[in-house]
């Protein structure tokens, strides 16, 4: 089996996939013509989702792709071929991004932040602090991600409440409504938490009406798609306190250019799109089970409806 490594760091995932599968044949390169070169040999591809689009719109065509990135927007470009399989990388990012919102919803309870102003003013900070329990979750997508963040949220005590693309049952979650009902629920929201994908209906949902709608009191944090949220409306959402706060990692542009609002936002943080990053070690474990399955043809783990865009 010959696979194609397209990764910034491809030296890492080159070893670590030949330390746990020697059988295979691997080849990968920092120089786009040489990749370009060597996909024509490869069958199978692993790598991420921005590179490996270069690769198909040169007419290079696996049989099975397994993307680094739990977002697969890229391959999704119109007029790119989409007759190979597809997975995303799933089950290995519910812990870090479960850390990295409880990080931001205990600093915000806790207001970090301000006693930190204290006490770069010298002043004896005593204010009582609250607790996370019996506050109002809302995560909206309940998916793989989704439910490991609300799975490490359960011991604090929180409601947990969700949003996904239809209305279910679903634990440890409370209810489950369709994204239709999305303005209903984040009135009564303490947290607001977005992991939502990038699809045609995910796009630009968080508008001056549904900010409108928060709870002043509200945190809002942004850990799924950019695209989600329109930008303008949030910083002026911000300034009129309709929210108390929000929490971005993610931005439509990246980078986020110089003379963007969002640097000056009142009672915004930004963290630069490091809540849940790739672990090369668990992304070729999943690799190589996915490999054992599209070998005796079975279920992929992660494999991507086109149609619905995850």
């Not at 996939?17 to 990749?35: F, K, M, N, R, V």
């Not at 997975?87 to 870090?96: H, L, N, W, Y």
């Not at 949220?229 to 439509?252: N, P, Q, S, Y």
Request: charged fraction near 20%.
């Amino acid at each position: 089996m010959h696979v194609l490594i397209a990764e910034h760091d491809h030296a890492t995932y080159a070893s670590l996939l030949g330390q746990a599968a020697p059988h295979l044949h691997i080849h990968t390169s920092d120089d786009s013509a040489e990749l370009s070169r060597q996909a024509n040999d490869c069958s199978v591809w692993l790598g991420q989702p921005d590179l490996l689009a270069t690769l198909l719109r040169q007419n290079h065509r696996p049989q099975w792709l397994q993307s680094t990135w739990a977002g697969i927007t890229p391959l999704l470009a119109a007029g790119l071929s989409q007759d190979y399989r597809l997975t995303r990388a799933v089950g290995i990012f519910g812990q870090p991004m479960a850390e990295y919102v409880l990080t931001y919803m205990l600093s915000h309870e806790r207001e970090v932040l301000s006693r930190l102003v204290s006490q770069v003013e010298r002043k004896w900070d005593t204010r009582p602090s609250p607790s996370l329990e019996g506050r109002r979750v809302l995560i909206v997508g309940v998916g793989d991600i989704g439910l490991s963040v609300a799975q490490f949220l359960r011991p604090f005590g929180v409601y947990l409440f969700g949003v996904a693309s239809q209305a279910r049952e679903q634990a440890p979650f409370l209810s489950v409504e369709a994204l239709g009902d999305l303005p209903d629920l984040v009135g009564g929201a303490d947290y607001v938490v977005n992991l939502l994908p990038d699809t045609p209906h995910t796009r630009d949902i968080y508008d001056a009406k549904l900010f409108a709608r928060f709870k002043s009191t509200a945190l809002f944090i942004n850990a799924g798609r950019g695209v989600a949220v329109v930008d303008g409306d949030l910083v002026e959402a911000l300034k009129e306190g309709h929210l108390a706060g929000a929490i971005i990692d993610v931005c439509r542009q990246e980078p986020l250019p110089q003379r963007h609002p969002f640097w000056t936002a009142w009672g915004l943080l930004l963290t630069g799109h490091s809540a849940a990053p790739t672990s090369p070690t668990a992304m070729v474990l999943l690799f190589i089970e996915n490999l054992r399955r599209f070998e005796a043809g079975e279920a992929l783990q992660g494999e991507v409806d086109f149609q619905r865009g995850y």
